[in-house]
Each structure stands twice: as structure tokens, then as C-alpha cells.
């Protein structure tokens, strides 16, 4: 277990004791104790924690040591309230995630509103053509009013009143509920999905989209010149995420999620005026896809779920977004917190169902399966809508994009950095955080290559991740809370956790089915 250190407010000095002495608490000020953010230094040096670990120990705890915050606030006990302690873990203030703990509510809203628009929600009137307009729009709202409410056990669920430990990983509250062994199989796959998997795909959008880009402003000079081709765009892409990458930990990135949130409202917003201001397409048709045989109709059906569920992303980020900020029994982060995803989420459903309903509006039938919206704008109205417009659109989803990285990858390169970190208990150096992030930043470049057909398989991708978004934060809120059995919170954790799970596996099989039955256009190494 990682060892923790107590620090009292009650006192200013604390001698150093022999190694066979038990070692009193180190003291620091209160202002020390409470400071929103720690330095790359931690409170004590290489050779105090060294000298703490020999001759101070504490009771072992399920909670695996790669996922634990041992972060402390001086939250609940009444025992705490009276001697005023704060236990830190100084190799805390050494990871990306938790360096820094200055965040407010607006760099939460920045944070979540950049990682919960993406291009995933203009895939979104595609599941409109199997489920139509009633269902469709119940659908959305469903899912939406679902994933806020588990977002927001998530909120409540980040510091325990009790204990005071705050988890700033979705991995160490699923591990803290249900136990190492249960986390890695269920929750791993999943969180990796989210993570490592949309980093792919925004390499992949990124990549296509600056082609695209150039394409619109180059013009008919493009002819004159060598144009670079989609590996190399990819490249391009990547090298420049990978150079954005190297702010040193999540709220230095507070500004890029800001302009990534201006943009993905921008193109959201763009491409939907757009598609009503031109009309509906001649021809256009609402009625609902029919499939040749009845299990094939269901299939697709819940494939199509699986894609409303691939459009809520974001929820494995929160924890890591919340332990960005500081924390009190006066002024518990979960304050501001709430603050911040009500902003975000109303911005998003102000996004989301525009796009929804104003693309299916526009284009019923006739929107392209893969690229959604986007490609329907190029495909129906790249000759009779501005260039300025079409390149703008293009250019604010590349910025998106760049900035979404950031989000997502930030838990890759804490996940990187904590090994090293409890391997050499020291801080990484500049050089070798800089040699992590270009790691992950060109394995994704790579993974993007090797499969350019990622983007494709939203309905899939949506089943897999779906009990990370609704069903585990459920689990984890009866787990951990506790509440009187066959009460309501009880019952409708119970009853949600439960549909969410039975929902992700028919989701994930439904996604499977369609691919198998259907086929999509499988080209290993040759990216479009």
C-alpha cells in the first residue's frame, strides 16, 4: 500500500526521530494543508518519504495502489473535525492528473464540454433512420436523462465523508467498491475503450478532416501540387497532438478545452443551419429501414441504440476533472463541480438535439451511414454552400479534435507516469514525460493506420462502453452509500445498474451481428 503521511494543523515543527521511534505527524501550516495545488515538489523530499516509509505503517487496503489517490480531506468524522488532519501522499503531486488542484467550475465545464461533444454526435440521426421519429427522440432523451443522473452519482460518489479519500480515478472507485481483480476485468476493457479507443478515432477524423481541409482551401491548385496522402495526414495530425501534449498535467490544458468546447458548438451548430437552410433533400423519406428477416430487424434496432449510446461519452473523465480541484469540509469539490456539467450538459443538449433532429429533418434516409452529418454536408451541398463555410466546418473540427485528445489521453499518460512513479518513487523528468506522451500519442497513430476503419463501428463501440456511462456508476453508488434496502435510491440503482448491464450485452452482440451480416469495407494499412 502506498504509504501515507499525516499532517497536523495543530502544530508547526516536528523533530526527526530515531528509525526505531514511530514517527509523530510532520506539521504544516493550515493554509499548507488546504493549498489548491501542489508543486511539482512535494511536501516532503525524496529522503523524508524514504525514512517515512521505514518507520511509519498503516493498515493495508483493497484498494490497488496504481489506482489510488491517497489524497485526504478533513471531511465527516467527527474525530477528524476535532484534531484537524490531512493525510497527503507527496508522490500524489508528481502524476498529470493531480499535479494540480487550482480547478473551479468553469475549467470543469471547459473540461467536460470539450470531452462530451465529439463527432460522435453526428452520427446521431443515422440510428434515426432504423428507429424513426417517435422512438429515435425517445430514445436521445432517455439516454440523456440517464447519463446525467449517473454522471452525477459520479459527482457525489468522488470523496468519501467518512474516510475523506478522494477518488480521482473511475478506476480506483471501482476498485475501492468491488476489488483489484473485479476492476480489471470489468471495468478495463471498457475505460480503455474510452480512452485509448477515442484517441484513435480522433486521430482518424483529425487526419481526414485536415485533407479535407486542405482540399477546400487549396482549391483547384491542388492540381499543381504533390498532395499529401491520408498516412500522411494522419502524421501530420499526431505530430501535432503529440506537441500539445506536452502541457504538464490536466488543468494546464483548461484553455485548449476551451476552444475545443467554442469549436465542437461551432461545427455542431454549422452543419445543422446549414442542412435546414438548404431544405430537404428531394426525394427525402422518414420511413423506418426494414429488414429482410424479424432477428435481423431487431438487430438492427438495438445497433442502433448502441449508437444514441456511443454519442454520451465522458463519463470515465469526470473523477479525473474533479480531483482537479481543491477540497474542504467547508467547501467540498463536489460544489463547484455540479456547477460546472450542469453548464456543460445543457450547452450539449443544446448541441445534440439540433443536430439530431435537423439533420434527420433534412436528410432522412439519405444520410450516409458512416460519416453522418459531416459527410452529408460534403456529399449534398459542397457546390452550393460557401467555401469559407465548408473550410471553417473543417477547421473547427480539427481543433476539436486536437483539444478532445488532450482530455482522453491525459489518463494514458497518468496511467504511464504512475508505474514509473511507484516504481522509482521520484517524479518523471521533462524528458521522459515528453518520451511517454509521444509514445501514446504514436501508438494511436499507429493503431489508426493499421485500422482506419474504427469510426465505422460506433454501434459496437457504444454496447462495450455503455456500463462505464450507465450501469457501473449505479453499482458503485449502492455499493459504496449503502442505502436502506428496497428504498427508492436502492430500487432505482438496482433497476437502472441492472437495464444498463442487459443493454450492453445485447448491444455488443446486435454489433457484432450487423458487422457479420453486413460487412463493412475491411482495408488494414489503407486508410482512405
Known amino acids: 500500500m502506498d504509504e501515507v503521511v499525516e499532517i497536523s494543523s495543530t502544530s508547526t515543527t516536528s523533530p526527526r526521530r530515531p528509525a526505531s521511534v514511530s514517527s509523530p505527524p510532520i506539521s504544516a501550516p493550515p493554509s499548507q494543508i488546504h493549498s489548491p495545488s501542489l508543486t511539482r515538489s512535494p511536501l516532503l523530499s525524496t529522503e523524508d518519504l524514504a525514512q517515512t516509509e521505514i518507520t511509519s505503517k498503516t493498515p493495508k487496503s483493497s484498494t490497488p495502489k496504481a489506482f489510488r489517490t491517497p489524497r485526504f480531506t478533513p471531511l465527516g468524522s467527527p474525530i477528524r473535525r476535532a484534531l484537524h488532519l490531512t493525510r497527503l501522499d507527496p508522490r500524489d503531486a508528481w502524476l498529470p492528473l493531480t499535479e494540480s488542484r487550482n480547478g473551479n467550475a468553469y475549467y470543469a465545464a471547459f473540461h467536460t464540454l470539450c470531452s462530451g461533444i465529439g463527432i460522435q454526435a453526428l452520427v446521431l440521426p443515422v440510428a434515426l433512420t432504423i428507429l424513426g421519429w417517435t422512438w429515435g427522440i425517445i430514445s436521445l432523451t432517455l439516454a440523456f436523462i440517464w447519463q446525467l443522473y449517473t454522471l452525477y452519482l459520479l459527482v457525489e460518489l468522488h470523496e ?15 476498485s475501492a467498491a468491488f476489488g483489484d481483480r473485479l476492476a480489471v476485468l470489468l471495468a478495463g476493457l471498457p475505460i480503455l475503450d474510452l480512452s485509448a479507443g477515442t484517441c484513435v478515432a480522433l486521430i482518424i477524423i483529425g487526419g481526414s478532416t485536415s485533407k479535407m481541409f486542405y482540399d477546400i482551401v487549396c482549391g483547384a491548385t491542388c492540381a499543381a501540387h504533390q498532395p499529401l496522402t491520408s498516412v500522411e495526414w494522419f502524421l501530420v495530425f499526431t505530430t501535432a497532438a503529440v506537441v500539445l501534449s506536452q502541457l504538464p498535467n490536466l488543468n494546464s490544458v483548461a484553455g485548449v478545452s476551451l476552444m475545443g468546447a467554442i469549436t465542437a458548438i461551432g461545427y455542431c451548430t454549422l452543419i445543422w443551419v446549414v442542412s435546414v437552410a438548404e431544405g430537404r433533400l428531394p426525394g427525402v423519406s422518414y420511413k423506418p429501414v426494414k429488414e429482410k428477416t424479424q432477428i435481423a ?38 460544489v463547484p463541480m455540479r456547477k460546472g456539467v450542469t453548464l456543460a450538459y445543457i450547452l450539449v443538449a443544446m448541441c445534440i438535439f439540433p443536430i439530431t433532429i435537423g439533420g434527420y429533418w433534412a436528410y432522412g434516409q439519405m444520410i450516409p451511414p458512416n460519416g453522418g452529418m459531416l459527410t452529408a454536408l460534403y456529399t449534398f451541398h459542397a457546390r452550393d454552400t460557401s467555401r469559407f463555410i465548408l473550410g471553417l466546418t473543417s477547421l473547427f473540427v480539427i481543433i476539436s479534435s486536437l483539444s478532445s485528445f488532450q482530455i482522453y489521453g491525459m489518463t494514458l499518460f497518468d496511467f504511464m507516469e504512475s508505474w514509473y512513479v511507484k516504481w522509482r518513487k521520484q517524479p518523471c523528468s521533462w524528458w521522459l514525460r515528453a518520451g511517454f506522451r509521444a509514445v501514446v500519442g504514436y501508438f494511436c497513430f499507429f493503431a489508426a493506420v493499421a485500422v482506419p476503419f474504427l469510426s465505422t463501428l460506433a454501434g459496437l463501440v457504444g454496447g462495450i462502453a455503455l456500463p462505464v456511462t450507465l450501469a457501473y456508476p449505479c453499482f458503485m453508488w449502492v455499493k459504496i452509500k449503502k442505502p436502506k434496502k428496497y428504498s427508492l435510491m436502492w430500487c432505482l440503482n438496482w433497476g437502472l445498474g441492472i437495464l444498463g448491464m442487459t443493454l450492453s450485452g445485447f448491444l455488443t452482440a446486435a454489433g457484432i451481428y450487423i458487422i457479420i451480416e453486413t460487412g463493412i469495407e475491411v482495408q488494414f494499412f489503407k486508410p482512405s
Open 160 to 174: 468519501s465523508t467518512e474516510t475523506g479519500l478522494r477518488y480521482s480515478r473511475y478506476m480506483q472507485l471501482f
Open 297 to 334: 430487424q431487431v438487430f438492427g434496432v438495438l445497433n442502433a441504440l448502441g449508437v444514441v449510446s456511443f454519442a454520451f461519452r465522458g463519463h470515465n473523465l469526470i473523477l479525473e476533472i474533479q480531483g482537479t480541484m481543491p477540497s474542504s469540509e467547508k467547501h467540498p469539490s463536489r
